[in-house]
C-alpha cells in the first residue's frame, strides 16, 4: 500500500512534468519553455548561487509575516471562539480581510508603510492571517461540550478547560488552518515582490521576464513551489507529533 | 444504617427563561444509599442531577451536600454522564486520572489510584488503549473508574447505562448494587428505566413533569438484602414496577 502510493505520486509527477515538456517542445509559445529548460536553468540559478540570495530575501518577510500570522492568528482565534462579543467585535474585519482583493490594496499598504520590510510582511499577513483565525476560532466554537462540562464537573479551572480540553480538541483544525494559511503566506510573499519592490525571488521573476529569459522566470515560479510543498510537509509531519492520537474523533457522536 | 442526609435538596426552583423546570422541588438523599430519580423524558432529571453537581445554578432554593451549600462543583461529587465524555485523544489511564490532574494530583500518584480502578471495573490491560477502540459498555466503565477514583462521597450519574446494550447494562446494574454494598457512597442515579429504577435503588423518587415535582417516594424492602439473581422474580419488586408504571403512563405520549 505504502509502495503504491509512492508509486501514483511519482507518476502523477511524470505525467505533469511530461505534459509540460511536450507543451513546450510543441512550441505553444515562445514564453513556454519546455520543462527540461527550466530546470538546466533552475540547476544554474542554484550553482551560481543566485537561488539562495533570492530566498534570503524572500523569506524573511515570508518568516516573520507566518510567524505574527501564527501566533497572533490562534491568540485570536481562541479568543474569539471563547467570547462571543468579541466574535462580534473582531470576526467581520478578517471576513471582509479574506475577501478583499489585496493586490489593490497594495498601493495603500505603500503609501502608508513604504517599501520596505513591513509592508512585505503586511501583505504575508493579510493573506495568512483570516483563514488561521476563522478556523482556529471555529474549532474552539465548536468544541463538544460533553467534555467541557466534563472538565467542569471535575473541578478544572477556566485555564485548564481551554488547556486541556479546548486546545486539544480543536488543534486539527487549528493545524489545517495553518497549513493553508501558510500556502497563503507563500503566495502573499512573492505578491509583495512583485508589487511592492522587486526583490529575492520576485525579483528574479520580474527580471528574467523582462530580459525574456523565460527559463529562468519558470525556474524561479518552480523553486517557489518546490519549497512551499516541503514547508507544508515539514509542517504536517510537525502536527503528526505534536497532536499524536489526536485524529481518534469523537467517542459517543 | 445511619439516617442522615448525605445530600438534601430544599425547594429548589428551575426557570429557563420562561419555562418553568423545577417548581419547588426538595428531596432527601441517605447517606450510602442509591436514590434514583425517575420520571418521563423532560422531567427535569437531569436538570435536577446538574444543580446538585454545581453544573447548573438553581433559580432558587438551596442543595446542601454534607453541611455545605453547593455553589460549584466541588470534590465531595463525582459525576458520571450518559455520553461517557471521555477525551478521545487521551489513553485509559489518562481519562480515569484526569479528575485527579484536574486537581493537581502528581502525574505517579493519580496513575497509580487510576491503575487501582482500572482494575476494579474490569479493564486491566486496557489501560493504554483509546477510547475509540472500546465498546460502548467498555467506555462508560472508564466513566465509572473515572468517577471512583476520585473517591467523592456523592456519586452523580446521569443515565450511565442508556447508551450501553441491553446485556451489558445488567450486567452494570448488578455491578452497581456491589459497589453500592461495598463502598460507603451515597449514589444518586437519574434513569428512565422503572426496572432498572427497582432494581438498584434502595429509595426510588418518582418525578412528574411540568414543571417537575416529587410526587411519590418509594422505599423497597423486601428484596433489598436478596441475591441479585432473585430480585427480578420478587413480588414486591414487580408490584413497585407495576405501581410506577401506574402512576407514569398518564404523562407518557
Redesign the interface.
Known sequence: MKHRSLFLKIMSALIIFGAWEIGGRSGISFAFPPFSESMTAFWTLTIDGTMFKAYAETLKPLVVGIVISGILGISLGIWIGLSDKFDWLVSPIFIVMQAAPLAALIPLLIMAYGIGLTSKVFVVCIMAMPVIVLNTSAAVKNTPT??K?????????DL?VIL??IL??SSPIIFAGLRLGVSAGFIGAILAELKITPTGVGDIISYSRSIADYPSMYAAIFSIILLAVLFLNILEKMENFL?K??N?????E | MSKDNAVTVKNVFKNYGETEALRDLSLDFPRGELTSLLGPSGCGKTTLLKIIAGLLPATSGEVIVNGQIVKEPGPDRAFVFQDFALLPWASVIRNVAFGLELRGVAKSERESIAAKYIGDVGLKGFENSFPHELSGGMRQRVGLARALSVDAQVLLMDEPFSAVDEQTRRKFQEDLLNLVKNENKTFIFVTHSIEEAVYVSDQIALLLPRPSRVSEIIRPTSFKNKDVDSIRRDSEYLDIVDRIWKSLRTYVE
Open positions: 460533553n467534555i462540562e466534563m472538565a467542569k464537573a471535575f473541578q478544572g479551572k485548564d486541556k480540553i486539544p480538541a497532536i492520537g489526536n481518534q474523533g469523537y467517542v459517543s
